[in-house]
């Protein structure tokens, strides 16, 4: 036969008793606990459970290793077990939920039926059904229902989440608006507050991607960085770097939306360096990295990317006659094979191949110099031909 005992406060009789039942039996109740047992007592069966205030685990059966102290904590209770719940309300409608934790005003107030939770804080994870959610802080994870695995640190932290899973958010309102959006991490004040049903960004920084509503896989490192974007897969590091950016697929590294220091394209995989304000900037040509304002390098070596100029030499290489290269030279107005200014001003110059392309036209032109030296020696060997024949 299991003991129970019902220790009514106010004397230090009733304090030394409460002292001996917890040594002794297997539960104990103080105050109008649980009446489930008699009026003022506690639960038929379950064992090793304490309640300390009115109504506590009013309705607790079976459970076991609960605690329920406040106002009807863990009120509904009947089966759940190795629960502790302190504060008015905390765990109130928790029913087969195990290993919970709840402290604070009407903590973990409507849990039922999830386990391995814990709620630091008014109204922390108030609706919760889930399991393995951590909350600190009023309201934290306030409407959370069937989402799992989320951590909330900080006032209204994760407030409106309701299914979505995996989510980190440290910082007052932070993901603030989260309802399916996942394996979210948001660091700072507001950080990621409007997003909804983005998943995968990751944040850093007091209102770090602050409208982001439906954009995934974003990383945010600084103070509202990439305040307004509304995309995928950007990457913004450094003080409203990129705030005003809402396509996809971009990257910001700088000290301000107008002091952008490296801009990229992740879609082309370019990038920019020396222009603070991308805004509708588009990449020229197809070349990975863009400079303006020019480079100065105490040394460059270029790579070929093309075949080098050597091949003027052989004897087949099919040089073109001066009449023929005359004739095109006063079409195009450039030499065969040099690009064009309206390409250059396209895409620009491709400076190792503008190179062997240079180097192939002084080839070519030394050709033709030994072309014309050779007619030269004919036509003065003619000459001193006719002047001998003369005298």
């Known amino acids: 036969m299991k003991k129970h005992s019902t220790i009514h406060p106010g004397s230090g009789a009733g304090v030394f008793m409460a002292i001996i039942s917890c040594l002794f039996l297997s539960n104990l109740a103080v105050g109008q606990a649980n009446s489930s047992y008699n009026a003022n007592s506690i639960p038929v069966n ?55 934790t709840g402290m604070g005003f009407q903590a973990s107030y409507n849990n ?22 951590t909350a600190s802080g009023y309201e934290a994870l306030y409407s959370s229902n069937a989402s799992s695995y989320n951590t909330a640190n900080g006032s209204l932290a994760l407030y409106s989440n309701t299914s ?23 660091h700072g004040m507001n950080s990621l507050y409007s997003n909804t ?38 990457v913004f590091v450094g003080h409203r770097a990129g705030a005003n950016e809402t396509g996809n697929n971009k990257m910001y590294i700088g000290d301000d939306a107008n002091k952008t220091l490296i801009y990229g394209d992740f879609s082309s995989g370019q990038v920019l360096m020396g222009k603070p304000d991308v805004a509708g900037y588009i990449f020229k040509g197809t070349r990975t990295l863009n400079v303006l304002g020019g480079i100065l390098a105490d040394s460059m070596r270029v790579a070929l990317s093309g075949d080098w100029a050597d091949g003027v030499f052989n004897k087949n290489y099919p040089l073109k006659p001066l009449q023929e290269l005359e004739q095109y030279i006063s079409v195009n107005k450039r030499l065969p094979g040099v690009p064009s200014a309206n390409d250059i001003a396209i895409s620009g110059i491709n400076v190792a191949e503008l190179d062997a392309k240079l180097l192939e036209k002084i080839e070519e032109l030394t050709l033709y110099v030994l072309e014309l030296k050779k007619e030269n020696q004919q036509q003065q060997e003619e000459i001193n031909k006719l002047k001998s024949q003369k005298k």
């Not at 309640?51 to 329920?68: C, D, K, P, R, V």
């Not at 974003?218 to 990439?226: E, F, R, V």
């Open 112 to 133: 039922s039926i999830g386990s391995f939770n814990s709620a630091f804080g008014s109204n922390a994870l108030a609706v919760n059904s889930g399991s393995y959610n």
């Open 46 to 100: 379950g064992q090793y459970n304490i309640a300390f205030g009115f109504q506590a685990m009013l309705n607790t059966s079976t459970g076991l290793e609960n605690s329920g102290m406040g106002y009807r904590a863990l009120y509904t209770n009947t089966t759940g077990s190795t629960n502790s719940a302190y504060g008015a309300f905390s765990l109130f409608g928790n029913t087969t939920g195990n290993n919970n």
């Open 197 to 234: 049903i983005g998943n995968n960004n990751t944040v850093d920084g007091n209102r770090a991607l602050y409208l982001n509503i439906s954009g995934n896989n974003n990383s945010a490192l600084g103070d509202s960085a990439g305040l307004n974007s509304l995309g995928s897969g950007n």
């Open 164 to 186: 979505g899973s995996g989510n980190l958010a440290s910082g007052f309102q932070a993901l603030h608006a989260n309802t399916s959006g996942s394996n979210n991490s948001a």
